[in-house]
């Protein structure tokens, strides 16, 4: 395993812990809002569900660019989801996966995974009350990987624009302000 892959994978593992405790913070009543505008916490559950079902797929070297938007977000099925998605990764990865026609490395993939992950673990925190912030350590770390993959194109469709923050911000904060989460 390549020292990126394994990198990744380590990254990957941290988001996971962090999302897997906001998870079971999830009641049986999942209208409420989100922090993503116009969605409840069922919509982002089943987003999360979607986006684990394209992060699997992507295992395999390839991922359609459109996943499907389907029902989804039982907590236990995502829980599931994720522990197949450290295995998958674990196993003997190709060195890139084509996203529709583009080859994008690897490493960058599964970094891609634990900052989508982790971001959403956040936004179920906010959704539920629980309020966890992202540990800094996980924050810092997943900062290089938000440069990389969150593009001006994206804004606003994807993501918000970003939001200003202290010069006294954490590595959350500034992580969660670039992607425009307050």
């Known amino acids: 395993m390549s020292p990126d892959l394994h990198h990744a994978l380590q990254l990957l593992e941290r988001s996971l812990a962090y999302t ?57 099925a995502l829980q599931t ?11 003997r ?14 490493p960058l993939i599964v970094t891609a995974a634990a900052l989508e992950i982790t971001v959403h673990g956040w936004d179920v925190a906010q959704a539920t009350g629980a309020g966890r912030d992202i540990p800094e350590d996980l924050a810092r770390a997943l900062m290089p990987v938000a440069h990389a993959v969150v593009l001006p194109e994206d ?11 202290t010069a006294a911000a954490g590595s959350s904060d500034v992580l969660l302000g670039f992607l425009g989460r307050s």
Do not use: N
Not at 44 to 61: T, W
Not at 81 to 91: D, T
Not at 93 to 104: E, H, I, N, S
């Open 20 to 76: 897997r405790e906001s998870l079971t913070t999830v009641g049986p009543d999942r209208t409420g809002p989100s922090p993503c505008a116009g969605w409840s916490l069922a919509d982002l559950l089943a987003h999360m569900d979607d986006g684990l079902d394209a992060f699997l797929e992507a295992s395999g070297g390839s991922l359609r660019v459109e996943v499907p938007r389907r029902p989804g977000g039982d907590v236990a």
């Open 81 to 91: 989801k994720a522990c197949a998605l450290v295995g998958v990764w674990s196993g």
């Open 93 to 106: 990865m190709p060195p890139r996966v084509y996203v529709g026609d583009r080859p994008a490395p690897s």
């Open 155 to 165: 804004r606003p469709d994807r993501f918000a624009f970003p939001r200003r923050t």
